[in-house]
């Protein structure tokens, strides 16, 4: 055994002019960037990568303070034995045509069209997901779809509102029976919070096509317009989403970028960020400063302190982390899906998914993976030997048990711990979120951006075009 995704709100914290742009600064006792302007990065994932790539790109000098030992954040690809697999189920959507252009500019033919739905296991049997009216009706039966039908018409005529909270909007919307079999339970697994508390915004995105027009497109014209909802086909690098991470980072050039660099404190005069410590002993000073780690760590690492009403929203704020538990095997194939999801409370696991069924390149010729995604909370486990045992187990003798594999086609297996890698959407969150932004809004050369900078969830797409945001607003040049 081995351890080894709306359009995009501008904050404002992305307003701030050239204009207030400090002077170079030359050495208060630490390392000093040079240039008329620098860019001091916070991370090195995905959007840390996408600033040093726009700022290289406009002349704009910058340097990448990445705390692990690689870059990439939440969106690598890991390797196990010439087994890889993604650092969870990722897929490049086509939705901004600035960024797939540049995506495919970087990425060259490594960049495939890849054709694997996505399905729900659910009682026994696969269905479509996201949720497709015909294919739900062939699992439900007519009458239960009928079911389905007057409980959302109840639910319209009945109900007042839609709620402000998931909970509300999936049984005003769909009804209670598919809200509570498919989305209630798993939104809870998912988010470890009750669906009253979560906000609509954490699943809406997935449940796009569940609705009437769909329905009647697809009982009259069949499965031509079928796909059009379900998200089959989708770009994918050959060798694994990791390789845009490691693209971009080629073109920021090794010099731009310090790995094993934990920022330990930011420090301001109340107006500007004027250094950032690394390690917990350089430091280092700074002109302008894009974060993009998460919102309450930046918080609580400035120095002076933010009030004491300013930290206690940021404590509010909650992130999951993701376990993820690899099965080697030896056998081809086990489904023919990009990703099985898994709304039942008896499976631990929210997804399943497959590497090879994205690129072949993800498996040794004739085997196969199956990588299960369980969802927990932040803080670490006293003894993370015996949680990845029995996570491991758990995985093992689930899907022995629903018939996917047996246990002599295990090679192996290996289990991954990734932090904060969903931020969790609460009905309040938006509110702390634009107070936290507002306190922060007086440093005039910080900005904050990323995934768990913003809180948002964004998929690669919107984070690159973030960078790309970022980096124009710093030299003033709008974003084509
Ligand atoms: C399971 C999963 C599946 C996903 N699937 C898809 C998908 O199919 N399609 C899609 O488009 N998107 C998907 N996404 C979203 C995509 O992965 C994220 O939007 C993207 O990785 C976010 O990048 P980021 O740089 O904002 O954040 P992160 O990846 O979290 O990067 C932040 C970086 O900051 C570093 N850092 C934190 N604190 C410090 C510190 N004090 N000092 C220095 N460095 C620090 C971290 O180590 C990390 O490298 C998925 C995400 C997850 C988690």
Redesign the pocket.
């Known amino acids: 055994m081995a351890t080894i ?1 709306r359009s995009l709100e501008r904050d404002p914290l992305a307003t701030v002019s050239t204009a207030c742009r400090p002077a170079p600064t030359c050495g208060s006792g630490g390392r000093t960037t040079s240039g008329p302007t620098h860019l001091s990065i ?8 996408a600033l040093g790539y726009h700022a290289r790109r406009a002349g704009l000098g910058f340097t990448i ?4 030992d690689r ?5 690598v690809t890991l390797d196990h034995q010439g087994f890889r697999f993604d ?7 086509d939705r901004d045509p600035a960024v797939t252009a540049m995506v495919k500019e970087l990425l060259g033919e490594a960049l495939e069209q890849t054709d694997a739905p996505s399905q729900l296991y659910y009682d026994g049997q696969l269905i479509d997901f996201p949720l497709a009216p015909l294919n739900l009706m062939k699992s439900l039966g007519w009458r239960c779809l009928g079911k389905v039908g007057l409980e959302v018409l109840y639910a319209r005529l009945c109900q007042q509102r839609r709620g402000r909270d998931f909970e509300g909007f999936a049984l005003y919307t769909y009804g209670k029976t598919i809200a509570q079999r498919f989305l209630l339970n798993y939104s809870q697994k998912l988010w470890g919070i009750p669906c009253c508390e979560l906000s609509p915004e954490a699943a809406v995105k997935r449940l796009k096509g569940l609705d009437l027009r769909t329905f009647l497109a697809e009982a009259i014209l069949g499965r031509k317009t079928r796909t059009r909802h379900l998200d089959g086909a989708f770009l994918y690098p050959r060798a694994g ?1 990791g390789t845009i991470a490691e693209k971009l980072a080629e073109h920021c050039g090794p010099d731009s970028i310090h790995v094993n ?4 404190k930011v420090l301001h005069d109340h107006a500007r960020i004027r250094a950032v410590e690394i390690n917990g002993k350089d430091r280092i000073d700074v002109q302008d400063v894009v974060s ?3 919102l309450p ?1 930046l918080l609580k ?1 400035m120095e002076p302190p933010p009030p004491e009403e300013v930290l206690a929203l940021a404590r509010s704020l909650q992130f999951r982390d ?1 376990i993820l538990v690899a099965l080697f095997l030896d056998r081809p194939r086990v489904t023919e899906t990009a990703t099985v999801y898994f709304p039942e409370t008896a499976f631990p696991f929210t997804r399943v998914y497959e590497p090879c069924n994205r690129s072949a390149q993800m498996s040794p010729p004739g085997q196969t993976s199956l990588v299960a ?1 369980i969802s927990c909370d932040e803080e670490d486990s006293p003894r993370p030997g015996a949680v990845q045992e029995k996570w491991v187990e758990t995985v093992r003798s689930r899907l022995i048990q629903i018939g996917w594999i047996r246990p002599r086609e295990i090679l192996d297996s290996a289990m991954v711990r ?5 931020p969790v959407l609460s009905v309040d969150t938006p509110d702390t979120v634009r107070k936290l932004q507002s306190f922060l809004h007086r440093f005039t050369n910080l900005k904050v ?5 913003r809180l948002l969830h ?6 690159l075009a973030m960078g790309e945001q970022v980096v124009c607003e710093l030299t003033s040049v709008p974003r084509q």
């Open positions: 995704e916070l991370g090195g994932g995905l959007a840390g990568l303070y990445e705390a692990a870059l990439g954040g939440n969106c650092s969870g189920a990722h897929r490049f959507h989403i660099s934990t920022i330990t993009t780690q998460p760590h690492m993701l995604e990734m932090k904060c890698a969903y951006t990323g995934r768990n900078g964004a998929s690669i797409h919107d984070i």
